[in-house]
């Protein structure tokens, strides 16, 4: 079979080394060791061509010809890129200025297949390991292919090869951000693990980072657009699965993402804002059943927008019955009162109130209801500014909308539901109010029987409609818990949150202490007495009627029981509407509340920990990884940047090669192969306990675009190294040295990084 290789890529050294530096290579190359799960029939291959390659290059006949066959390659390449080429032009090379050359394609015997593939999957060619393996297994599937029984011992180790290949090309396409791709590389090479049952361990290893990819790949994917209707489905897929292994949003469960509890809620916060406003309330809904005051929170936020947009109060409805049962756990009487308001229930609006713990917002609301008989314009207005900064911005398909209460209760099939709830509280209240009379006779007529000597004359007070306001939707209320004693706001940022007043929490203890009702304009005995001429405002049937109606209090009293005209007498709920007027234009007054804190906006602080360019988990590095960058530009290189890479070279040399061995600096300025190079002799000497310190000063000669690529240059420099060799602790003076050296560099720029992608020594 015919490999992409020649000798000098086999050990990892350049045409213009020279036999020291040769010896050297291949002593270095010969300790590196493979995996152990390798057969001792792979170890032995690879050997095998580590020496025939350096066999061949001891020799300088065989080597000469071998050059020659990779000059006629380059040059044959060349020749067919650009046919116009001088062949004879003076002072020109035919090799091109970047080295190393291009590889000679060598035929490699059966018995040498295995080793080949290791070499490739050490020199980062992760794609070519990939192709050329599964070459090798489609011969296997033959049994009459002459080369069947020669592949057929070497299987396991080339299935390894593949799944590291698969494993390493992942981990690289995680550092470049391509989070989906590197999820279907790893995937692929666990696959062919599972498929052929090998390799337990590296089964595990692979999962693992599969796991942490996980997040990154659900972000990517759900950030698609719309039209990308698969890959979109893929991530929520995923969201789905995670959420079910940790038992809900913050549940105690693990997905092994490596993301605690509040790192996965800044996670999910982050998120929403892909999701569309449907897609939320499907999601949250399916949570339901870990009984989280989390995920019941999230829910009240899109059934209140799809309610508000969408013209449908029964999601409001829904959302209203919810917060009931959050309340034992946190502050949400706004909430409350804005699904009130957005109900038409006027009165249960301005009560909630009463229970409002956030002083800004109060301060807010008075301010903009001043000269008004109640708080119903300054909540009007905070609700509209509420829904477009807190809640419209949390969804992918709300972020624009300008939607205004003013559109919403001119809707006719929001009016027509409005006025159907209404009725029903009527009558609701009359029963109920038939029914308190009745327990409050049967409760006096006993205490006259127990009592003999004499009659306790106590009457006990019912609250109107506080147990329909209990029971109303109790179907739709889930048993909400607390996991950990605390709820969104408690673990909205990554480091502990100064208490503020305004801020509201989920709290653990189901009481909470009354406010001092004197805070609120209108009383609770107030709005009884109000109740009922609220609803005895007649209709206005057109738009010039209803803005030249007064401010709230002042309408005249009729009969709310009129027969004939039901259905056109004045409810409540156009209380709001009427309040929409007189507010007008307000939305300029509202920019000193930026400050106000809801239980979900508290999120928005410190948004997120875990982002796509700022892991809250370690990413694997790979081998011949380049991460760190030394100088991010969009210009030619100029001289003083190429002294700049150079010195960040020699700098990274000293310090993988230094007494601490630190090989991660060498990913930050070396290409493939030389960082597979460099790293196994700073490795080699790690082993014996040797190091190198080094001085230099750069002087940088020429610098050269190449074919007209500014993202490829070739620099010439004078280099004075001194460097002093350490063995078990002491200088050895025979290996130390201080040299001027002609060094010619070859420099890429990837993703605006310049690194060294091939150097040589210039005689």
């Not at 002072?91 to 291009?102: A, C, F, Q, V």
């Not at 290949?165 to 550092?175: H, I, P, T, V």
């Not at 009007?380 to 969804?395: A, D, I, K, P, R």
């Not at 005995?525 to 001429?533: C, Y």
């Amino acid at each position: 079979m015919l490999i992409p290789l020649d000798y000098y890529r086999i050990l990892g050294v350049l045409p213009q080394v020279t036999d020291k530096q040769l010896n050297q290579a291949y002593h270095d190359r010969c300790l590196q060791s493979p995996r152990r799960e390798y057969s001792k029939m792979a170890i032995l291959s690879r050997k095998q061509l580590l020496t025939q390659a350096y066999e061949i290059l001891s020799d300088s006949e065989q080597r000469a010809a071998h050059e020659a066959l990779c000059l006629e390659n380059t040059f044959s390449d060349k020749l067919k890129s650009n046919p116009e080429i001088s062949l004879t032009g003076q002072g020109e090379e035919i090799l091109p200025d970047s080295s190393p050359l291009k590889p000679k394609i060598l035929e490699i015997a059966p018995e040498q297949w295995i080793g080949s593939l290791m070499i490739l999957q050490e020199l980062g060619e992760y794609e070519l390991v990939i192709k050329f393996g599964e070459i090798f297994l489609e011969t296997l599937s033959n049994p009459r292919s002459e080369l069947h029984s020669s592949i057929c011992k070497i299987q396991p180790d080339v299935i390894l090869t593949i799944a590291l290949a698969a494993l390493e090309l992942s981990r690289e396409q995680w550092q470049q951000e391509e989070y989906e791709q590197a999820g279907i590389s790893g995937g692929k090479g666990l696959s062919i693990l599972q498929e052929n049952c090998l390799f337990p361990s590296l089964q595990l290893e692979i999962t693992k980072e599969l796991y942490k990819l996980r997040p990154y790949r659900i972000l990517e994917l759900l950030a698609q657009p719309n039209k990308n209707r698969a890959d979109r489905d893929r991530g929520k897929t995923l969201l789905q699965e995670m959420l079910e292994e940790r038992q809900g949003i913050d549940g105690q469960g693990d997905d092994h993402s490596g993301l605690g509890i509040d790192d996965f809620l800044r996670f999910i916060q982050q998120l929403r804002t892909y999701l569309t406003a449907s897609e939320q309330e499907d999601i949250f809904y399916r949570e339901t059943n870990y009984r989280s005051a989390v995920t019941a929170y999230l829910r009240v936020y899109s059934l209140i927008a799809r309610g508000f947009v969408e013209k449908q109060p029964t999601f409001i409805v829904e959302a209203k019955g919810i917060l009931d049962g959050l309340e034992k756990l946190q502050d949400v009487s706004l909430e409350k009162g804005i699904c009130a308001l957005l109900l038409g229930e006027t009165q249960e609006a301005i009560l909630a109130l009463e229970q409002c713990e956030d002083e800004e917002v109060l301060a807010f609301i008075r301010q903009q209801s001043r000269g008004a008989p109640d708080l119903l314009p300054g909540l009007c207005s905070y609700g509209q500014y509420w829904l477009h900064t807190e809640v419209f911005s949390h969804f992918r398909d709300f972020k624009k909308r300008t939607d205004s209460l003013e559109d919403y209760f001119a809707d006719q099939a929001v009016q027509i539901y409005l006025e159907q709830i209404s009725l029903d509280s009527q009558k609701t209240s009359f029963e109920e109010k038939q029914d308190e009379e009745k327990q409050e006779n049967e409760v006096m007529f006993s205490r006259k029987i127990s009592r003999n000597d004499y009659v306790v004359q106590e009457r006990r007070s019912f609250i109107k409609g506080r147990h329909l306001r209990q029971t109303r939707f109790q179907h739709q209320e889930p048993q909400l818990l607390v996991s950990g004693g605390g709820g969104i706001p408690t673990i909205a940022t990554a480091a502990p949150v100064p208490r503020t007043p305004y801020r509201r929490r989920f709290r653990e203890n189901s009481s909470r202490v009354p406010r001092d009702k004197s805070v609120i304009t209108t009383s609770y005995q107030d709005s009884l007495r109000r109740a009922e001429t609220d609803r005895s405002f007649s209709l206005p049937t057109t738009a010039e009627e209803l803005e030249q109606k007064p401010q709230c209090g002042s309408y005249k009293r009729t009969d709310p029981y009129k027969t004939g005209k039901t259905i056109f007498k004045f409810r409540p709920w156009f209380l709001v509407v009427t309040s929409l007027i007189v507010l007008g234009a307000v939305g300029s007054s509202v920019k000193w509340i930026q400050y106000i804190v809801s239980p979900l906006v508290a999120l928005e602080e410190e948004q997120l920990v875990l982002e796509l360019r700022q892991p809250p988990i370690a990413i694997p590095v790979p081998e011949t990884q380049i991460k760190k960058q030394i100088k991010n530009q969009t210009e030619t290189l100029t001289i003083e940047d190429a002294k700049q890479v150079v010195e960040m070279w020699l700098l990274s040399k000293a310090d993988a090669f230094g007494l601490n061995h630190n090989l991660e600096s060498l990913n930050n300025i070396l290409t493939t192969p030389l960082l597979s190079l460099w790293k196994g002799r700073a490795q080699n000497l790690k082993k014996y306990q040797e190091y190198w310190q080094y001085k230099h000063n750069v002087t940088i000669k020429s610098l050269k675009i190449v074919d007209n690529n500014p993202d490829k240059v070739v620099v010439e420099a004078d280099i004075r190294e001194i460097a002093n060799f350490y063995q078990g602790g002491q200088r050895n003076a025979s290996r130390s040295y201080d040299d001027q050296l002609k060094v010619r560099y070859g420099l890429l720029r990837k993703q605006n990084n310049w690194l060294i992608d091939s150097l040589e020594l210039i005689d």
